[in-house]
């Protein structure tokens, strides 16, 4: 199937790793150009990788989402260099770090800074971008939520009230950007194998004495199979797989939902 995205500008927040390079993958295999940006200074490596793997154009740009001035700055800069904007990904999350349960396990003071970047994260990109979407009268922007910001994941409150503030906002943005021709979506992954999964285990695991800990890959894999009805991992590049379908033409009718890609987790 032809996405039609060739000659397209695709730009990827938090493309450094995990799910957002999937996605700059996935955008550039379909010969789109790719802007990375992130925090990370790998974005940079990223993207040279991903220009000699693809063929494409690929351009890093270093920017934290919690800072309203870096978004702008970068906006204003993709502006200089490529004119216009046609897909916007926002893949930036991070967790609080703590192990959750109950959730008078973790402070108050562990709340702000996962709002801060996960929920202020997202509406500084969109406020920044906004103006290009709103030039260009077409395109789209997808919003990586989670499975957690639909049911109340009690492993890290703060991360799953994010995500459904997260997902809140987007449907908010896809009511105001719909009449001028950009569709906005939510992506909810279930369970990927990245270093913001590998964190909720080193978590947990630090909580339990030594000889209760089990392995990243023992925990995961019971958690899969209780919890996932197909019980299997879900892959960086499904996550990349629906972003391309959604920004493509032939998700021209799909406006405000939240795709979870989860192998069941959640349904509904
Ligand atoms: N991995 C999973 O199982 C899973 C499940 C559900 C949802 N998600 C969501 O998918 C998205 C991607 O997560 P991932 O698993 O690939 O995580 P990851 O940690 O591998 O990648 C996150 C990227 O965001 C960047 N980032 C973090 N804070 C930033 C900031 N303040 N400014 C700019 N960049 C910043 C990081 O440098 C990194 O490149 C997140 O929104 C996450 O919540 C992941």
């Not at 904007?85 to 930036?92: E, Q, R």
């Not at 709340?111 to 929920?119: A, G, H, I, L, S």
């Not at 990109?125 to 989670?146: D, I, Q, W, Y």
């Amino acid at each position: 199937m032809d996405m039609h995205l060739a000659g397209k500008i695709g730009v990827v927040v938090g493309a450094a790793r995990g799910i957002g390079r999937a996605i700059a993958y996935g955008f550039a295999a379909e010969g789109a150009t790719a802007v990375l940006i992130d925090r990370d200074d790998a974005v940079d490596q990223t993207a040279s990788e991903l220009a000699i793997e693809c063929g494409t154009i690929a351009r890093a740009y270093r920017a934290d989402v919690a800072r309203f001035d870096d978004m702008t700055a970068v906006a204003a800069e993709v502006r200089k260099d490529f004119g216009r904007l046609d897909h916007l990904v926002f893949a930036v999350g991070i967790g609080s770090g703590k192990f959750g349960f109950p959730f008078w396990n973790i402070a108050p003071s562990d709340w702000p800074r996962v709002m801060e970047v996960n929920v202020l994260g997202a509406v500084h990109t969109l406020h920044a971008f906004a103006p290009l979407l709103l030039e260009r009268k077409e395109g789209s922007v997808l919003l990586v939520a989670s499975v957690a910001g639909q049911m109340g994941s009690q492993t890290d409150p703060p991360y799953s009230a994010s995500k459904a503030a997260l997902i809140n906002f987007g449907q908010c943005a896809a009511k105001d950007l719909a009449p001028h021709g950009v569709r906005v979506n939510m992506l909810c992954p279930g369970m990927v194998k990245t270093e913001l999964n590998r964190s909720i285990w080193e978590a947990w695991a630090r909580q339990q004495p030594a000889d209760q800990r089990k392995t990243y890959e023992e925990w995961t894999d019971e958690k899969i199979r209780r919890v996932t009805p197909m019980g299997r991992w879900q892959e960086a590049e499904e996550m990349a797989a629906m972003a391309v379908y959604l920004a493509s033409p032939h998700g021209r009718n799909i406006c405000g939902q939240c795709l979870n890609v989860d192998g069941g987790f959640v349904m509904h």
